[in-house]
């Protein structure tokens, strides 16, 4: 069945979830009256295509096209998912909604992407309030996870239909029960951002040094921890209670201005739009946002390393999206983009990740022939024995590459591999593996004999890729 989402209004957040349906397999078709809207999604879509599949060792799904359409009622046919990001503002938002509604199936999800606004003023006069909701997210939207879902008056069908569609593109439905203004994740951004308001104005300290508290810090912690559960660490052994009483007589102290908010008034704004234009106006836009994107994929795949966090997240999507290999001459086990982490000071892919690469690959091979993790924490495996890696040309980061991989050997306990790294575009070989590999087990830490369903199915893929 073919998946088909509609979205209405191709700003920032649109844009950025048009280029993450349309990535992750999904036919896109936007309504945006801007005469820009077609170029400016393009832009999105270009860089989230480079960033987003670094996140993942799975090909990628076929993308699916982007279309661009003059009315609402063209943009919605045949969708089952309507992603809603106009202006934030509150009679544009419900007439939208009433102009959906006359034309939209009423089995599809109604979702919108407001970062303040509840889903009851939403639902507000609407014909079916029960198919409406909020699915807040965060920019970039193709990269960062995280979508709040707010039902209010929606139905259970549909805050299920609509988790469903966000985990099928490697989002995370937080399900927040109870509405409030701005939600959960925007009421805590702005606690922190009038606070950071009054340090600016009251010259306490720079744009720039305000951002370095946050990224050199807690920004950090934040990202693997959250906050509750960083500070129960902080806690110690006693735990966190004993973090509570120890710090909670702060909250009756001076620390913060949060009951109180500066004048926003021009001169704050020139104030702080020029320390912001010291701190970072050397780049354009689009560099800053290659580097936050590079960053982004960097720290998630750390954590996707350690299974924690948003990396567990991308790591079991992974998992789903890799099916099992198609059975042909030769076995195409990897296929994939070279991510940022993977690059050394000469802008290729350093020599230490050929080797995971080709790792990877016979991974994938031992898996199809049914030495996978099940068999392994049997106590069986292969171990590598000896490598002899050629590199022909360079690799850079962002390409696209397969492997090609041969059964050259499968005798008894000995299994050897030959494989071929190809960039995708050109079909160039990029490197070249002879991998000897020796069937061990896992209790003795010696060499024996697989068990005979491996052994026969590694005897099958020798005799079918000899010569």
Not at 27 to 40: H, S, T
Not at 394 to 420: D, I, N, P, S, Y
Request: with cysteine; net charge negative.
């Amino acid at each position: 069945m073919e998946k088909i989402a509609a979205i209405i209004g191709g700003g920032v957040i649109g844009g950025g979830w048009a280029a993450r349906f349309a990535l992750m397999g999904w036919q896109v078709r936007v309504f945006d009256p801007d005469p820009e809207a077609e170029r400016k999604i393009g832009e999105v879509m270009a860089n989230a295509e480079r960033a987003l599949p670094m996140l993942y060792e799975s090909p990628m799904p076929k993308r699916g096209e982007i279309t661009f359409h003059d009315t609402i009622a063209e943009a919605v046919v045949g969708a089952t998912y309507v992603q809603e990001s106009v202006p934030e503002r509150l009679e544009i938002k419900q007439k939208v909604y009433a102009e959906l509604q006359k034309h939209v199936a009423e089995n599809a999800v109604l979702a919108s992407s407001t970062s303040g606004f509840k889903p009851s003023e939403l639902q507000e006069g609407a014909a079916r309030p029960q198919q409406i909701l909020v699915a807040h997210p965060f920019n970039p939207v193709y990269l960062l996870p995280l979508a709040e879902v707010v039902p209010g008056q929606a139905s259970l069908e549909v805050i299920e239909k609509a988790s469903e569609t966000l985990r099928d593109i490697g989002m995370y439905p937080l399900h927040i029960k109870a509405e409030i203004d701005a939600h959960v994740a925007d009421r805590l951004l702005e606690a922190v951002w009038r606070e950071a308001l009054w340090l600016i104005k009251d010259g306490i300290c720079t744009t720039e040094e305000l951002d370095d508290a946050i990224r050199y810090g807690f920004g950090l912690r934040w990202a693997q921890m959250g906050l509750f559960e960083t500070y129960r660490i902080a806690g110690g052994e006693a735990g966190m209670k004993h973090f509570m009483a120890q710090f909670g007589p702060a909250l009756k102290w001076p620390w913060t201005k949060l009951m109180d908010v500066p004048e926003f008034n021009n001169d704050l704004v020139d104030l702080i739009a020029g320390q912001s234009d010291d701190q970072s106006g050397h780049m354009s836009i689009r560099e800053l946002e290659r580097l936050r994107d590079n960053n982004l994929v960097a720290m998630m795949r750390a954590l996707k390393g350690q299974e924690a966090a948003a990396g567990k997240l991308i790591r079991d999507h992974d998992a789903r999206l890799r099916g099992p290999l198609a059975d042909e001459v030769p076995l195409v086990t990897v296929r994939r983009t070279v991510p940022v982490d993977w690059v050394d000071v000469n802008g290729h892919m350093n020599e230490g990740r050929y080797g995971q690469v080709f790792s990877d690959a016979s991974e994938e091979l031992m898996a199809h022939v049914g030495a996978d993790r099940a068999y392994i924490d049997a106590g069986n495996s292969y171990f590598t024995a000896e490598t002899n890696i050629k590199y022909l040309d360079e690799t850079l980061v962002g390409e696209e590459f397969f492997v090609e991989t041969r059964v050259a050997l499968g005798e008894g306990k000995k299994l050897r591999l030959l494989h071929e790294m190809k960039r995708a575009s050109d079909g160039a070989v990029l490197s070249s593996c002879d991998q000897f590999l020796l069937h061990v087990s896992l209790e003795t830490r010696k060499s024996c004999p697989p068990l005979p369903d491996v052994l026969a199915a590694v005897e099958a893929l020798a005799d079918k890729h000899a010569g």
